[in-house]
Structures are given as C-alpha cells and as structure tokens.
C-alpha cells in the first residue's frame, strides 16, 4: 500500500509542477521582444535602447517604441504595439562583436555585464514554487485524512496501541475478581517466558474471551495483562471495523493483524465483540453485508496465525449469547473467562482500590460499606468513592467521612433528593404509613433483610420514599421460605395503607409489580406449585448479562389450562401473602401508627433509632387517627438503596 501513495503523491507533484510552469510562461512572465542583432545594432544608434546586461550568450535592456516605426519591420512594430506604449524588455543573442562596447559608450548607453547562472533562475522559477506546492498539498491531505475517518487510510487500522508504561495499569489496580486474574496469569507468563511452554509442545490459547456485565472490569482486567507482561496493547472496539464502504472493515483486520505481527509478542484486545461478531443466522435477509465480511476476515486471520509468534487476542463482552459460534470454537476464542459481580469480600477490596488515593476520615469502615452495596459492580463502586469524594469537597471538608458514602449511596440509588418539592399533609402521610408497613413486616419476617433506614424524602424522578434493606451476606441460593418472606415485605406498605386508611393510593404500583413477577418466577421458573409440580414453563435469562437471548421467545409453550392454572397460583400465592401481611400489621398496629410519626417528624429514621422504637412499648393509638404532619426542618441523612419506585 505504501509505494501505491508514493506514487499518487508524484502524479501530484509533476501535475502541479506543470500547470506553474504553464501559469508562468503564459501569465505571469513579461513579453520579451527578441531582435535580430543587426536590428539592435540599429536601436542601438538611434538612441532607443538603455539599461543593457552584457552576458556570456545574450544581451538583454529595454526598449523604447516611441520612433521605431521606420527603425524595425512592420509586423513586430505592430506586435509591441499590442502590448501597449512605453518601454519593452528585449532580448539578442551575443555575437563576436569586438566594436560593441565602442558602440555602446558613443550612445552614452548604460551597460553592465552578468555571467549566466541558469540553474540559479531555474531554482527560483519553478523548483521552489513546487516545493512550496507539496508542503501545502501534504498538510491538505493530512487534515483531510484526518476528518472523517481519513479517506486516504480508510483500510488502515484504528487500533491505539499503547506500550507497558502507558496502560498505567496491572494486577495491583484490579481487585475482586482474583479467579480471573488466575486464569489470566497463564498468558503473562506465556509472554514472559514463552520457552517454558514451546518445550513439552504446548500451545497457548489463540483467543481469550471474557465475559461479564457491565462494568465488572473487563476492559481493565486486559489492560492488566499488558501491563504485567510489558508488551504492546492493540485496543480497537468491535465498531471500528465497520464502515459505510464494503472492505473497508476486512481491510481492518489485516491491517491489525499485520501491525501486531510487527510488534510481536504482543496482545490485540477487541472491546465489546458483539458489534463485530453477532452470529450469521440472525442476519438472513443480507448475507453478504459489510459485517458479515468483517467477521469472516476476522476468523480466517484467527485460524491463520500462529501464536508461537507471542500474538494474543483478547475480547470482552457483555452478549455472548448472540457471538457466532465460529468464534467460540476451539482454535479460536477457546478460552473463555466470566467476570461476575464481586462479592463481599471482593467489593471492600475494590472500594480499598478505589480510595487509595482518597483522604479517608478515620471512622470510615470499607467492610460497612460493601456491605452495603450487593450486586455493585467495579465501575458502581468506583463512582461511589468518586461522588463521596466530590460530596465532601463541595462542603469544605478536609476527609471524607461515612456520611458522604451514605449520602453518594443514596444519591447513585435513589436520584437527587429533591426536599423542597411541595407535597400536602394527606400525601406525607400515606407515604409515611407506607414506608412505616414496609418497615414493621422486614422487621417481623426472620428471612428478610434487615432495615438499615426509612425515609419519606422524595428523591428522583418517581421515588416518592423508600425503604432501604442491608443484607447480612450474600447470597446465591433462596428457599422458598425466604422468597415469601420477601413478598411480604414488598406487601407491607400496600396492606397498611389499606388498614389504616380504608384506601389504597398509586403508590404501591412499583411493590406490585415486582411482587407479581416474584409469584410467576416461583410458579413458572422454580417449581414451587404443588399443582403443577416439577416443571418449568419459562426460560430464566443468565443473570451475569443483560438482555433476553439469542432468540427470545414470544409464544407461550404450554397450553391454556396450564396458563389458567399458572394464573390462579400466582393469585394464592399473592392473596396468602397479603393475609399473613394484614394479620402482621394488626398485631403491630402501635409500631405502625409510633413509626409512621417518628417519619412525619424527621422524615429519615435509621437503624438505631428503628431498634429502639421497636424495643420499646409503644403506647397504642387510635386507629385510623391521621398524625398532622410537622415542619420540622428535615434530617440531613440521605436516602438509599432499595428504591420502591413510587
């Protein structure tokens, strides 16, 4: 490719060259009157010539047209006389003349000789004109290239390959996910010390392929292994390759594969792959389009290194359900690593990463606050160090203490607060009644989660109040029992508001909804029906990625009396679910009416103030009385986690 734009830069330059010389020779340069030496003799006599140059071949001045009409022929007088009156440059070629300067001094003509110096005027004509021509014309091309994808490298690669120094980053920087950074630790030592391996025949895997959901460090974790290995790291995006023009994307991945090969060993990292590699079948209608080229390119470059070589490829993506199964083929992406949300331990190691370099208020516990966040990703816990660190330097702090943590919690799960939202009595205290319910059912149920706070603050969009549960552990397994003890609280605040006003508010859509799916996943996906016993009616999605699958199915495969049996269990078990909820609420009616008070007066009640209004014996009020709600200025404590969604 490179001597194909050698040459279209040298097409350029001569056409350039040419059409100057053109300009000049046409345009630019005066008419130059060429005389016969003896007609000069004769201008020379008669006093119409002056400013003469003597060189080595010709004599050049100028010449006065005012009186040559009888002096010179007819046809060259009328030929200056085109060119207008006055004075005219002249040119004669220089003969052996030795009266010649004799002639001259009688005319009292001034004369001056020059040797010839062709190649000096032949520079400043046209040489440097065309120099200047190229260095504008290459910095054209150059910011022309530079928009738009670049027209004239529209095949290269847009890889950016950084060295080991510039990743910045290595196996000290990623936590949480030790398991991978095991697997992963294989290829560091196969770049390292590839010998090791190439001596009892082994082969390192040509492809690694990592999993997980956003955010759990894929892109971090391939820049680590650059990093602890010192060799060069390609980064490209699947939605590179592909362009408007046919090829372009193919010609991509040679040209990356090419480059890599070059800075051997090495490793090319491909980020989010399922731009690149969706599977061929979903693509009926177009079986020839420009991503289907790319891909196939893709996997012919795959097959057709070798890896002794020191190439490694690494991928990351979020879909692998829908990657063509070329690519996870043995020989190809045969290594596949999947990165799931980290646990306890792994969070209080991230959150330990993450504010290393972030002042810390001595009463700060990073095991509190893993605890805190289940189901948070790296990138999740890496944006909460970052807002309590941006929190507390707005209120002029000198560390950031737990209040910032609990305020950037809130303020990442639940929105903005928004306390100056204008809200009347009568809705306060639904929502106060609501949130109380929520809270006096986790407390009564022994599998439910703990509350940590309540709060009647609206914050977001649509959170009108909320009730935030800490897990004591993570778990990956719930009993039965555990599930309903879950719907009873997500009842709680439905239930009371039906006890203690006799009505029900719009509140409790969010409580509903997810309450009605937990019943149908009993039902349909964990078989916890007596009457439809152990059988699953519909396709649980991976919880380590997003999306419905490869091929989501929209029909139901069951028939009609078993989707009416479905129906009616998940309606038990929703009505069984709210009676036990009701009869917990009447039980603890004095609870109910103590805290939805305490939540009218101070809008956030957390933990410690929970446990003692639940110790101690609350004196019982009148039901159904509505507690006015007081204007006490709000509490500063912010909102949290679990988001009803009201």
């Not at 345009?27 to 007609?39: A, I, M, N």
């Not at 006389?81 to 220089?94: A, C, E, N, Y």
């Not at 993506?317 to 290594?335: H, M």
Request: proline letters at 5%; one cysteine or more.
């Amino acid at each position: 490719m490179e001597p194909r734009q050698q040459q279209f830069s040298l097409w350029y330059v001569l056409l350039a060259v040419s059409v100057m010389l053109i300009l000049q020779s046409v345009l630019f340069s005066p008419h130059v009157e060429t005389l016969p030496y003896s007609d000069f003799k004769v201008l020379l006599k008669a006093g119409k010539l002056k400013d003469i140059t003597l060189g080595e071949g010709a004599i050049t001045g100028t010449l006065s047209t005012v009186g040559v009409e009888t002096l010179l022929p007819k046809q060259q007088v009328e030929e200056m006389s085109r060119q207008g009156k006055g004075d005219h440059p002249f040119s004669t070629l220089r003969v052996n003349d030795p009266n010649l300067v004799q002639d001259l001094e009688a005319a009292k003509v001034r004369f001056v000789g020059q040797p010839d110096n062709k190649w000096i005027g032949a520079l400043l004509s046209w040489v440097v004109p065309a120099l200047l021509f190229f260095v504008v014309w290459s910095f054209l091309i150059k910011r022309v290239g530079g928009a738009a994808g670049g027209m004239m490298e529209i095949g290269k690669s847009k890889a950016k390959v950084y060295m080991q120094k510039e990743t910045g980053v290595t196996f000290a920087d990623v936590a949480g996910i030790d398991e991978a950074k095991e697997e992963l630790s294989e290829i560091v030592n196969f770049l390292k010390d590839p010998q090791r391996y190439r001596r009892l025949g082994g082969k390192i895997p040509k492809g690694v392929l990592l999993l997980g959901a956003p955010g759990t460090g894929k892109t971090l974790l391939a820049k680590a292994v650059a990093g602890e290995a010192g060799v060069p790291f390609f980064s490209m995006s699947g939605s590179e390759f592909v362009e408007m023009f046919v090829g372009v994307g193919a010609a991509r991945v040679r040209d990356l594969f090419n480059q890599a090969e070059t800075k051997a060993p090495c490793i090319i990292f491909i980020d989010e792959l399922d731009a690149l590699g969706k599977t061929r079948a979903l693509n009926a209608v177009s079986g020839n389009d420009e991503r289907e080229q790319t891909l196939n390119q893709l996997l012919v470059q795959m097959d057709g290194f070798d890896t002794n070589k020191g190439v490694i490829i690494m991928a990351a993506t979020n879909r692998p359900e829908i990657l063509d199964p070329a690519l996870l083929r043995p020989g190809r992406f045969d290594r596949h690593i999947a990165l799931d949300r980290p646990d306890l331990k792994g969070r209080e190691q991230i959150l330990k990463v993450h504010s290393k370099n972030v002042t810390l208020a001595p009463g700060v516990e990073l095991t509190k606050l893993a605890a805190r966040t289940p189901g948070f990703a790296g990138a999740d816990l890496a944006n909460l160090v970052n807002e309590a660190a941006l929190l507390a330097a707005r209120k002029g702090k000198d560390a950031v203490d737990m209040a910032d943590f609990d305020e950037a919690l809130d303020r990442i799960i639940g929105g903005l607060e928004k306390k100056n939202r204008v809200m009347n009595a009568q809705e306060k205290e639904t929502i106060a009644y609501h949130e109380a319910g929520h809270a006096i059912v986790a407390e009564s149920r022994p599998r439910a989660d703990r509350v940590s706070k309540v709060s009647i603050i609206p914050r977001g969009v649509a959170a009108l109040g909320y009730t935030q549960q800490t897990p004591t552990e993570d778990r990956y397994l719930l009993k039965q029992s555990e599930l309903l003890d879950r719907l009873d609280v997500l009842l709680g605040g439905r239930m009371a508001e039906q006890l203690v006003f006799g009505d029900v508010s719009t509140g409790a859509q969010n409580d509903l909804q997810r309450a009605t799916d937990m019943a149908r996943q009993m039902i349909t996906q964990f078989g916890m029906s007596e009457q439809l016993g152990l059988a699953t009616y519909e396709n649980m999605p991976n919880p380590l990625f997003t999306g419905p699958g490869l091929m989501p199915r929209d029909h139901r495969e069951y028939s009609e009396s078993t989707a009416q049996i479905i129906d009616a269990e998940v309606r038990k078990i929703l009505d069984d679910a709210s009676q036990r909820v009701k009869q917990t609420l009447l039980a603890n009616r004095h609870k109910l009416d103590a805290l939805a008070k305490l939540l009218l007066e101070q809008e956030v009640v957390d933990r410690p103030a929970l446990e003692l209004l639940l110790s101690e014996k609350v004196t019982s009020l009148t039901p159904g009385k509505p507690h006015p709600a007081t204007p006490d200025a709000p509490d500063s404590r912010k909102v949290n986690h679990e988001n009803e969604g009201k």
